[in-house]
């Protein structure tokens, strides 16, 4: 690309983000704008593509040691910093927000950390929220997002998070965007997989909370009222998940549903 067209480019990505927000950038293009404050010379496109390549996602990069990012080709010192101060930042906004490691031992606390997490979310998103022993927070994962009615679900991407984490339980949070409080067929039947998978290594899953924008509803207490959970989607996935190693995830499994 020449000196024009990288000029050119750089500035319809930066309009594009300052008319729309992040919410239409694939993460490599979040992260290709991100780099251009910091390497204003260089094509950031293939650097971005680089880094997620290298560690696997946006988040694993942007989770990643300063010391691993500047190992990457074309990170310089100021780059790798950049990307390593925005989770910290994030962290200290959420913190302000909520509060330090805040407790989720009862519904009302969970709905009401739950509902802060979303912020007017276009799209489905869920969460994956890891609790120390005495159900404080240790980590909000935004793990997976998917359109403005689903969200496909990676059972091994849940599992790995809530392991990485060191989770005593665990609660899982997702919204519709569409306003329809009552879960689906389709997250009664994930919540009872990822349940079993869960309890298989020994982290309970305390609660799966649905956010619309007025309010949330607990899984399990809309539950407790109706009929027993459902049967897990697929057995014969059900069988391999619970074979997972603890310690051990695989990149290439399928989605379980959608939520």
Request: net charge neutral; aromatic share 4%; hydrophobic share 40%.
């Amino acid at each position: 690309m020449d000196k024009h067209g990288h000029e050119g480019h750089r500035e319809r990505m930066r309009k594009r983000f300052m008319q729309g927000g992040i919410a239409s950038f694939a993460p490599h293009e979040a992260l290709e704008l991100l780099l251009f404050y910091a390497l204003p010379r260089k094509n950031t496109n293939p650097i971005a593509h680089s880094l997620i390549n290298h560690f696997g996602s946006l988040d694993a990069v942007l989770e990643a040691p300063l010391e691993r990012i500047i190992e990457i080709p074309g990170i310089g010192e100021s780059a790798a910093a950049l990307i390593a101060l925005v989770l910290p930042l994030a962290r200290m906004v959420e913190r302000e927000r909520v509060g330090e490691r805040p407790l989720m031992s009862n519904m009302a606390e969970a709905k009401a950390y739950c509902r802060r997490l979303f912020d007017g979310s276009p799209d489905e998103v869920l969460y994956v929220i890891c609790l120390d022993a005495q159900s404080r927070v240790l980590r909000a994962i935004r793990a997976l997002t998917g359109t403005i009615d689903q969200i496909a679900i990676y059972p091994r991407v849940i599992l790995n998070i809530a392991l990485t984490h060191k989770a005593h339980s665990v609660v899982l949070a997702h919204n519709h965007p569409s306003g329809i409080e009552e879960p689906s067929e389709a997250d009664l039947q994930v919540t009872n997989h990822l349940r079993e998978i869960l309890n298989a290594v020994d982290i309970p899953l305390f609660d799966h909370i649905i956010c619309t924008a007025n309010d949330c509803l607990s899984i399990e207490q809309w539950q407790s009222t109706r009929q027993p959970l459902p049967a897990p989607l697929n057995p014969a996935q059900k069988a391999a998940d619970k074979k997972i190693p603890r310690r051990k995830t695989k990149k290439s499994e399928g989605p379980l549903g959608t939520l």
